[in-house]
């Protein structure tokens, strides 16, 4: 019986919790034996304070769950013993005693082709094949026996045109299940309905995919200085989100008996051109809010903020009005959920993190991020090698939650610990809650099949994280 992390846990058994289990017991300790096929956890009863292990394996659609309790012990290593000696019987038994009975249809396999091999994506080609996405493969498999596909056409979208969009489902599937929420599948629309001990809200994905002309791609503006990068910015990207964000609007998903009475959240990611997502973020702030904000210094060095006011993006012949909560329809969107990390790099970080793939394969993460010093007014870059023992990410890292200030329905940021929270103040200033280390966007490269062992040991003294504060100016 091997001790592991608790992600690397959640990632076999996480999506079996209910959220009530947290009302009655402690998680202590977890466990894995031959590989991770069982894992088991140690945890502590609130009321009586003894210890008790739970075994879980896979059932007939290879999803964890669990399949034997120890009897409770008075003390921490008693129960050890006693969950050691379970775990030791369940990895001789044959698969099928833990069979639960309950199993309905076909098993769940995302990287089964339904359709030719001409027509498959060429991102999801690579996460399939090459070994240098085998943390993302790996990591995706015990999280996909969980994903129920309300649509019906997940999987052949996830192969071909719907790679992006599946993904970014994944994704927000993945971190609503580590922040404590049960995920209600069953309803087609929206995406998610979520319960968790903090209350429930709905969400619907949305993604901004690239601009298409007559069916084909067309290319986004060049950006060659920074009057190219703020007009990209200010209303290239405004417009972009805007018509993805209005196109739902006009579902009215609020009026729908399960969500009626619930914060409802629209959860968009940038897709629309190669790494965008890393630099848009503030692209989607201006348009959501409808205010820009430069900055002044005092003589003593005090930063203050001025907010501007924003009418309206244009593009071409394109324009339309700032301030998506400012639109009508609007106040029935609790708030907006952004990330950049959204993406196949976020899976294959979190993978070797915890223990997956084919253990050949070496990542350095580099990007900004958050510097706390309230004169700042540039971000720290950060560079860090994931494999390194000081590596730590989580699935919400990198969240952004936008709050609408006219919502009938306000969500509670308590319910997204972990996330970054933004709020609209009086006179256009924005207030945000900031976790320590949050990323403002980052790029990750990945080379296989390396010694990873060897290149950690030769860079011993530089594998935690490093931060180098950008210069104002």
Not at 439 to 461: I, M
């Amino acid at each position: 019986m091997k001790p592991i992390s608790e992600s690397r846990f959640n990632a076999f058994a996480g999506y079996a919790r209910r959220p009530i289990a947290a009302l009655t017991a402690n998680e202590l300790e977890f466990f894995e034996v031959d590989d991770g096929r069982i894992v088991g956890m140690i945890v502590e009863d609130r009321t009586d304070q003894d210890f008790g292990g739970l075994v879980i394996a896979q059932d007939a659609h290879k999803r964890f769950r669990c399949v034997r309790i120890t009897e409770f012990k008075p003390t921490l290593e008693e129960a050890r013993e006693a969950l050691s000696l379970e775990m030791a019987i369940a990895v001789q038994a044959p698969p099928e005693e833990f069979y639960q009975g309950d199993e309905q249809g076909d098993v769940i396999d995302f990287f089964d082709p339904v359709g030719d091999q001409e027509q498959l994506n060429p991102d999801f080609y690579k996460l399939s094949t090459e070994e240098s996405y085998s943390p993302a493969k790996s990591i995706i498999e015990p999280m996909m026996r969980w994903y129920e596909d309300a649509d019906g056409n997940f999987v052949e979208q996830f192969q071909t045109t719907g790679f992006d969009q599946r993904i970014w489902e994944l994704y927000l599937f993945a971190t609503f299940t580590e922040l404590g929420f049960e995920i209600d599948r069953s309803k087609n629309v929206p995406d998610f309905c979520c319960r968790g001990l903090f209350g429930a809200f709905t969400a619907e994905a949305v993604t901004v995919g690239p601009t298409k002309a007559g069916g084909e791609i067309v290319a986004p503006p060049k950006i060659e200085n920074d009057e190219d990068l703020l007009a990209y910015l200010s209303h290239y990207m405004p417009i972009k989100f805007g018509s993805s964000l209005y196109s739902k609007l006009g579902k009215k998903y609020w009026e729908r008996d399960h969500v009626k009475g619930k914060p409802f959240i629209l959860a968009i990611h940038d897709f629309s051109a190669p790494g965008s997502m890393v630099y848009t973020r503030s692209a989607l702030e201006t348009y959501a809010f409808g205010f820009t904000h430069e900055y002044e210094r005092s003589e003593d060095g005090v930063l203050k903020i001025l907010p501007q006011k924003v009418i309206e993006h244009k593009w071409g012949e394109k324009v339309i009005p700032s301030g998506f909560f400012d639109q009508p329809d609007t106040e029935n969107i609790s708030a907006l959920i952004f990330s950049n990390s959204g993406t196949i790099s976020k899976f294959n970080r979190m993978g070797i993190l915890n223990g997956f793939g084919s253990g050949n394969v070496l990542a350095v993460r580099e990007g900004t991020m958050v510097d706390h010093d309230p004169n700042a007014t540039t971000p720290k870059y950060f560079r860090v090698i994931v494999n390194s023992d000081g590596y730590e990410e989580t699935w919400v890292e990198g969240l952004t939650l936008i709050h609408n200030p006219k919502a009938l329905v306000p969500l509670d940021p308590d319910m997204f610990p972990g996330a970054c929270h933004l709020f609209l103040a009086d006179g256009g200033q924005i207030v945000s809650w900031t976790p320590d280390f949050f990323p403002f966007g980052s790029t990750t490269r990945h080379w296989a099949p390396v010694d990873v062992k060897a290149v950690l040991e030769e860079f011993s003294d530089g594998t935690h994280f490093v931060w180098t504060p950008q210069q104002d100016g």
